[in-house]
Protein backbone atom coordinates (compact mmCIF):
# COMPACT_ATOMS: atom_id res chain seq x y z
CA UNK A 1 0.00 0.00 0.00
CA UNK A 2 2.56 2.56 -1.19
CA UNK A 3 1.25 5.88 -0.74
CA UNK A 4 3.54 7.65 -3.60
CA UNK A 5 5.03 5.05 -5.31
CA UNK A 6 7.70 5.69 -9.11
CA UNK A 7 9.05 3.80 -11.65
CA UNK A 8 11.82 2.06 -11.71
CA UNK A 9 13.98 2.86 -9.04
CA UNK A 10 16.41 2.48 -11.19
CA UNK A 11 17.62 3.68 -14.61
CA UNK A 12 20.77 3.33 -16.75
CA UNK A 13 20.49 4.66 -20.47
CA UNK A 14 22.44 6.08 -23.29
CA UNK A 15 22.98 9.60 -24.27
CA UNK A 16 20.39 10.56 -26.57
CA UNK A 17 17.76 8.38 -25.43
CA UNK A 18 14.27 9.13 -24.51
CA UNK A 19 12.77 7.65 -21.38
CA UNK A 20 9.78 7.87 -19.04
CA UNK A 21 9.62 7.58 -15.46
CA UNK A 22 5.89 6.80 -13.92
CA UNK A 23 4.67 8.47 -10.23
CA UNK A 24 1.36 7.53 -8.61
CA UNK A 25 0.24 8.47 -5.28
CA UNK A 26 -3.05 6.52 -3.34
CA UNK A 27 -3.14 9.71 -0.73
CA UNK A 28 -6.07 11.63 -2.58
CA UNK A 29 -3.97 14.67 -2.48
CA UNK A 30 -5.03 17.35 -5.00
CA UNK A 31 -1.33 18.50 -5.65
CA UNK A 32 2.22 16.70 -7.51
CA UNK A 33 5.51 17.10 -7.73
CA UNK A 34 8.93 16.24 -9.85
CA UNK A 35 12.15 17.15 -7.64
CA UNK A 36 15.57 16.68 -8.98
CA UNK A 37 18.64 15.42 -6.23
CA UNK A 38 21.51 16.49 -7.00
CA UNK A 39 25.23 14.84 -5.90
CA UNK A 40 25.30 16.73 -3.29
CA UNK A 41 21.84 15.81 -1.85
CA UNK A 42 20.26 19.24 -2.86
CA UNK A 43 16.92 19.03 -3.74
CA UNK A 44 15.69 21.00 -6.61
CA UNK A 45 11.72 21.22 -7.49
CA UNK A 46 11.33 20.94 -11.50
CA UNK A 47 7.19 20.62 -11.82
CA UNK A 48 4.04 21.24 -9.84
CA UNK A 49 0.89 19.66 -11.44
CA UNK A 50 -2.64 20.62 -9.09
CA UNK A 51 -5.37 18.65 -10.24
CA UNK A 52 -3.56 18.21 -13.62
CA UNK A 53 -3.05 21.42 -14.45
CA UNK A 54 0.31 23.03 -14.26
CA UNK A 55 1.59 25.34 -11.64
CA UNK A 56 5.08 25.55 -11.23
CA UNK A 57 7.59 25.42 -13.81
CA UNK A 58 10.88 26.29 -12.74
CA UNK A 59 14.33 26.68 -15.29
CA UNK A 60 14.20 23.20 -16.65
CA UNK A 61 15.06 22.01 -20.11
CA UNK A 62 12.49 21.77 -22.85
CA UNK A 63 13.66 18.00 -22.79
CA UNK A 64 11.43 17.46 -19.88
CA UNK A 65 8.23 17.18 -20.07
CA UNK A 66 5.59 16.57 -17.09
CA UNK A 67 2.40 14.75 -18.03
CA UNK A 68 -0.71 14.36 -15.73
CA UNK A 69 -3.07 12.07 -16.78
CA UNK A 70 -5.71 12.26 -14.30
CA UNK A 71 -5.16 13.98 -10.06
CA UNK A 72 -3.17 10.50 -8.63
CA UNK A 73 -0.69 10.10 -11.89
CA UNK A 74 1.97 12.47 -12.78
CA UNK A 75 4.52 11.16 -15.59
CA UNK A 76 8.09 12.44 -16.36
CA UNK A 77 9.64 12.13 -19.77
CA UNK A 78 12.21 13.07 -20.94
CA UNK A 79 14.03 13.48 -24.61
CA UNK A 80 17.97 13.27 -25.56
CA UNK A 81 19.45 12.41 -22.38
CA UNK A 82 22.60 14.11 -21.53
CA UNK A 83 24.66 12.75 -18.85
CA UNK A 84 24.08 16.38 -17.02
CA UNK A 85 20.78 14.86 -16.10
CA UNK A 86 22.52 11.70 -14.26
CA UNK A 87 20.53 12.36 -10.55
CA UNK A 88 17.60 11.23 -8.71
CA UNK A 89 14.72 12.36 -9.29
CA UNK A 90 11.64 12.10 -6.06
CA UNK A 91 7.47 12.41 -7.09
CA UNK A 92 5.93 14.04 -3.90
CA UNK A 93 2.22 15.19 -3.33
CA UNK A 94 0.82 17.38 -1.14
CA UNK A 95 -2.84 18.21 0.15
CA UNK A 96 -1.63 21.69 -0.31
CA UNK A 97 -1.40 24.61 2.42
CA UNK A 98 0.64 23.82 5.19
CA UNK A 99 0.21 20.68 4.96
CA UNK A 100 3.45 18.07 4.42
CA UNK A 101 4.73 16.21 1.45
CA UNK A 102 4.90 12.31 0.78
CA UNK A 103 8.06 11.54 -1.22
CA UNK A 104 8.58 8.45 -2.96
CA UNK A 105 11.38 6.35 -3.11
CA UNK A 106 13.12 8.16 -6.06
CA UNK A 107 14.19 6.54 -9.55
CA UNK A 108 18.06 6.57 -9.86
CA UNK A 109 18.75 7.71 -13.65
CA UNK A 110 22.52 6.98 -14.63
CA UNK A 111 23.17 8.45 -18.44
CA UNK A 112 26.53 6.87 -19.54
CA UNK B 1 10.65 35.38 0.27
CA UNK B 2 10.32 32.25 2.33
CA UNK B 3 13.90 30.46 3.40
CA UNK B 4 15.62 27.85 5.34
CA UNK B 5 18.85 27.61 6.69
CA UNK B 6 20.78 24.91 8.12
CA UNK B 7 24.23 23.62 9.61
CA UNK B 8 26.60 22.33 6.99
CA UNK B 9 27.73 18.98 7.63
CA UNK B 10 28.92 16.64 7.93
CA UNK B 11 28.12 16.16 11.43
CA UNK B 12 30.17 13.25 12.87
CA UNK B 13 29.54 12.45 16.54
CA UNK B 14 29.94 8.96 18.33
CA UNK B 15 27.60 6.55 19.47
CA UNK B 16 25.43 7.73 22.30
CA UNK B 17 26.32 11.52 22.29
CA UNK B 18 23.68 14.72 21.97
CA UNK B 19 22.56 15.61 18.57
CA UNK B 20 21.53 19.07 17.79
CA UNK B 21 21.11 20.20 13.84
CA UNK B 22 20.04 23.77 14.14
CA UNK B 23 17.69 25.41 11.42
CA UNK B 24 16.34 28.29 11.06
CA UNK B 25 13.70 30.08 8.74
CA UNK B 26 12.47 33.20 7.37
CA UNK B 27 8.84 33.03 6.40
CA UNK B 28 6.16 35.73 5.61
CA UNK B 29 3.27 33.70 6.92
CA UNK B 30 2.43 31.20 9.61
CA UNK B 31 4.57 27.99 8.04
CA UNK B 32 4.54 24.10 9.04
CA UNK B 33 7.42 23.16 9.67
CA UNK B 34 8.95 19.81 9.06
CA UNK B 35 12.21 17.71 9.45
CA UNK B 36 12.92 14.99 6.82
CA UNK B 37 15.36 12.03 7.14
CA UNK B 38 17.31 10.63 4.45
CA UNK B 39 18.87 7.10 5.01
CA UNK B 40 21.46 5.98 2.33
CA UNK B 41 20.79 5.09 -0.58
CA UNK B 42 16.82 5.35 -0.02
CA UNK B 43 13.94 8.01 -0.19
CA UNK B 44 12.87 10.94 1.94
CA UNK B 45 11.06 10.22 5.09
CA UNK B 46 8.77 12.62 7.14
CA UNK B 47 10.87 12.52 10.57
CA UNK B 48 8.31 14.85 12.51
CA UNK B 49 6.54 18.03 12.35
CA UNK B 50 5.00 20.62 13.88
CA UNK B 51 2.38 23.06 12.52
CA UNK B 52 2.15 26.57 15.08
CA UNK B 53 4.64 28.29 17.35
CA UNK B 54 5.71 26.11 20.84
CA UNK B 55 4.69 22.99 19.18
CA UNK B 56 6.94 20.38 19.53
CA UNK B 57 6.99 17.60 17.10
CA UNK B 58 8.81 14.65 17.82
CA UNK B 59 9.51 11.16 16.76
CA UNK B 60 11.89 7.82 16.90
CA UNK B 61 13.79 9.62 20.01
CA UNK B 62 14.32 12.91 17.79
CA UNK B 63 12.69 16.32 19.18
CA UNK B 64 12.47 19.62 17.70
CA UNK B 65 10.29 22.68 18.58
CA UNK B 66 8.87 25.22 16.55
CA UNK B 67 10.15 28.80 18.43
CA UNK B 68 8.54 31.57 16.58
CA UNK B 69 10.51 34.18 18.37
CA UNK B 70 14.06 32.65 17.08
CA UNK B 71 12.26 31.38 13.73
CA UNK B 72 13.85 27.99 14.66
CA UNK B 73 13.37 24.39 14.52
CA UNK B 74 16.36 22.47 15.71
CA UNK B 75 16.51 18.43 15.85
CA UNK B 76 17.83 17.09 18.91
CA UNK B 77 18.13 13.87 20.25
CA UNK B 78 19.46 12.41 23.62
CA UNK B 79 21.62 9.47 22.12
CA UNK B 80 22.41 8.94 18.79
CA UNK B 81 23.23 5.29 17.41
CA UNK B 82 25.04 3.79 14.27
CA UNK B 83 21.56 3.98 12.13
CA UNK B 84 20.57 7.35 12.64
CA UNK B 85 23.83 7.79 9.91
CA UNK B 86 21.62 10.02 7.27
CA UNK B 87 20.97 13.14 5.84
CA UNK B 88 19.10 15.61 7.32
CA UNK B 89 16.78 18.18 5.48
CA UNK B 90 14.89 21.05 7.19
CA UNK B 91 12.18 22.62 5.47
CA UNK B 92 8.93 24.65 6.13
CA UNK B 93 5.63 24.58 4.18
CA UNK B 94 3.84 27.75 4.02
CA UNK B 95 1.71 26.84 0.00
CA UNK B 96 4.89 26.00 -0.78
CA UNK B 97 7.29 23.46 0.05
CA UNK B 98 10.99 25.55 1.06
CA UNK B 99 14.02 23.24 1.98
CA UNK B 100 17.16 23.92 3.84
CA UNK B 101 20.08 22.12 1.77
CA UNK B 102 20.74 19.41 3.89
CA UNK B 103 23.04 17.99 7.04
CA UNK B 104 25.07 14.86 6.95
CA UNK B 105 24.86 13.18 9.65
CA UNK B 106 27.84 10.64 10.51
CA UNK B 107 27.82 8.28 13.97
CA UNK B 108 30.82 6.60 14.54
CA UNK B 109 30.47 3.08 17.10
Known amino acids: DTAVSQTPKYLVTQMGNDKSIKCEQNLGHDTMYWYKQDSKKFLKIMFS???????INETVPNRFSPKSPDKAHLNLHINSLELGDSAVYFCASSPGGVYGYTFGSGTRLTVV | GNSVTQMEGPVTLSEEAFLTINCTYTATGYPSLFWYVQYPGEGLQLLLK???ADDKGSNKGFEATYRKETTSFHLEKGSVQVSDSAVYFCALVWYQLIWGAGTKLIIKP
Open chain 1, 49 to 55: YNNKELI
Open chain 2, 50 to 52: ATK
